[in-house]
Structure formats: C-alpha cells, structure tokens
T-cell receptor
Framework: DQQVKQNSPSLSVQEGRISILNCDYT??????FLWYKKYPAEGPTFLIS?????DKNEDGRFTVFLNKSAKHLSLHIVPSQPGDSAVYFC????????????FGKGTHLIIQP | DAGVIQSPRHEVTEMGQEVTLRCKPI?????LFWYRQTMMRGLELLIY????????DSGMPEDRFSAKMPNASFSTLKIQPSEPRDSAVYFC????????????FGSGTQLSVL
C-alpha cells in the first residue's frame, strides 16, 4: 500500500508559467518531507525539504507547501524553465528518518517552450 | 567528491543467472541504502545499513535477494537466481548520519533479466 502518493504521472506546463506538483500521504507519523528531482540516466537529487512544524519552505524558484490536516504537500516552481523538465519524487520520513525515506511513484514534469 | 558510485550501469542477463550489483558510498557516510525503481511501485527501499551493519531488510522482496557491506566503502546487492520481474533500476544511496539528512544517490544500475 502506497503511503506516499503522487497521483499525476505526468504534467505539462508552458515555460514561464507556474508548475504545481502534488503529493498526498497516509502515514500520520511522517514528520519530514522532501522533494527529489531526477533526470534520465541519473540518480535522484535532493531539491527541497520541509519539516512538519512548518507549512511553507522557499528556496529560490521552488516552494514547498505542507497541509498537515489534509496530509498533502505541493511543490511550486515559478517561473518554470526548460531545465526543470524531469521526474519529481515526493518523499517522507518519520521519527528522525533513520529508517530511510518512503517515496512516491514520481511525476514527470515537461516544460514546453 | 566523486559521489556514490554504482557498477555496472547496465546489466543484461538471462533468467536463472546470478546478478551482483556494486556500490561505493560517499566517504564518511555512515548509512547506505539500496532502492529499486519500477514503473508500478516507484522507488522502494530494499535494505539499509548503518556502519556496515544491516538494520532493516524488510523491503527485500524474496530470499533470492541478498545484500552485504563488508566494509565502509563497498556494498553489494545480489540476486540469485534472477527472474524477469527483477528487471528494474537499482539505486544505491548514502547519507552522513541517517535521520532527516537527505540521501545522495548513485546513477543506478539498469537491470534487464530476459
């Protein structure tokens, strides 16, 4: 049973517009959330994270929002650029995360010129 | 820093053969993780080590899968015998201290079992 769900396998956005990637989770014990970005033939790389004590974290063009009551988080990319085309994985951990991360299936973001 | 190094990048084998995937973590990282990526299940944690000791192997799908970490700079994931459903991308990742530290992934091994 998927504890971290990314229900959109793909998303197409025009260059310069906002990209919004969504993620839902079922495990209420998760207290730390991360987004990873993956290009073809490469491993995932860390993008941005958020602790459950916050509801927003921003890093340049990337912002992650957390809604604990809805068990939902989203990644906003604005403005979207061609280099943002990649697969984005949502991940979560609980209790310090020493047991590793639980990942979603990923969303393939395509930025159209 | 060279990052996490995995070999081989691609492996094509026939059903029933033994497959060994290799990983060199980032020096100084105490945690090493093996993940498998498939279309159906995304990225799944198979097993992780802390200071070379296996801590949780509950994600290992079957007894055909085994992993070792004989020292701090090397780990292997072995499948014996391999089956077509094992075809996937296998990632190794390391982390400095575990906890909420982000993971550093290798480039993965694309395994195809015919």
């Amino acid at each position: 049973d998927q504890q971290v769900k990314q229900n959109s396998p793909s998303l197409s956005v025009q260059e310069g517009r906002i990209s919004i990637l969504n993620c839902d989770y079922t495990n209420s014990m998760f207290d730390y959330f991360l987004w990873y970005k993956k290009y073809p033939a490469e491993g995932p790389t860390f993008l941005i994270s958020i602790s459950s004590i916050k509801d927003k974290n921003e890093d340049g063009r990337f912002t992650v929002f957390l809604n604990k009551s809805a068990k939902h988080l989203s990644l906003h990319i604005v403005p979207s650029q061609p280099g943002d085309s990649a697969v984005y994985f949502c991940a979560a951990s609980e209790g310090g995360g020493a047991d590793g991360l639980t990942f979603g299936k990923g969303t393939h973001l395509i930025i159209q010129p | 820093d060279a990052g996490v190094i995995q070999s081989p990048r691609h492996e094509v084998t026939e059903m029933g053969q033994e497959v060994t995937l290799r990983c060199k973590p980032i020096s100084g990282h105490d945690y090493l993780f093996w993940y498998r990526q498939t279309m159906m299940r995304g990225l799944e944690l198979l097993i992780y080590f802390n200071n070379n000791v296996p801590i949780d192997d509950s994600g290992m799908p079957e007894d055909r899968f085994s992993a070792k970490m004989p020292n701090a700079s090397f780990s292997t994931l072995k499948i014996q015998p391999s089956e077509p459903r094992d075809s996937a991308v296998y990632f190794c990742a390391s982390s400095p201290t575990g906890g909420n530290e982000k993971l550093f992934f290798g480039s993965g091994t694309q395994l195809s079992v015919l």
